[in-house]
């Protein structure tokens, strides 16, 4: 495998993260984002309806990701997953706020739009005491698709140069 990628795979009981050749040893986080995608992917697939909207954010997106994630159900799984492994790196390794934004905004440079829409909106899920299963729609339902085309927008415009 090449750096910087990684699978899943489930073996009757047993579960396996493959991952790519890296310079040292990962840290635990390192095992957050595959894993993510069994929990993450039945959601949002079974709530496919409210994804639908989202298309224009993929149109954008594809100007950084150019090709991948190319449609609303595999974008908002890969937001989501890369938000949750970020978030969830940060608290393992203690990171401050703005460090911890800063990854995200390595994520949202990649083309990952929603993720900053979800490092802001996350702690709303997990102070409501719902499984994710059951606050997705929510989450999903507050997308403000003009407000995040704009983000999208003035991100790119202060950041022309990367």
């Known amino acids: 495998m090449s750096h ?13 993260v493959i991952s ?5 040893e990962p840290d635990p ?4 984002h ?9 959601i949002v697939e079974s709530n ?6 989202l298309v224009v954010l993929v149109e954008l997106a594809q100007q ?5 994630y190319n449609n609303a159900t595999h974008l908002v799984c890969e937001s989501f997953v890369r938000a949750i492994d ?6 393992h390794n203690h990171l401050k706020t703005d460090e911890l934004r800063q990854i995200i905004d390595d994520e949202y440079r990649l083309g990952h739009i929603l993720t900053f829409y979800l490092l802001e909106n996350l702690p ?24 995040e085309k704009a983000r999208w927008d003035e991100y790119w415009k202060n950041n022309k140069d990367e």
């Open 34 to 42: 595959e894993p993510l995608h069994k929990i993450i992917n039945p």
């Open 20 to 24: 790519g050749p890296s310079a040292g």
């Open 64 to 68: 950084q990701l150019k090709g991948d």
């Open 124 to 147: 709303e899920y997990e102070a409501s005491g719902k499984t994710l299963k059951e606050y997705y729609p929510i989450l999903i339902s507050n997308i403000d698709v003009e407000r």
């Open 29 to 32: 986080s390192a095992f957050y």
């Open 86 to 91: 970020r978030v969830l790196y940060g608290r």
């Open 4 to 16: 910087f990628t990684a699978f899943f795979n489930e073996a009757g009981s047993d579960y396996w």
């Open 48 to 53: 496919a309806n409210l994804t639908e909207r």
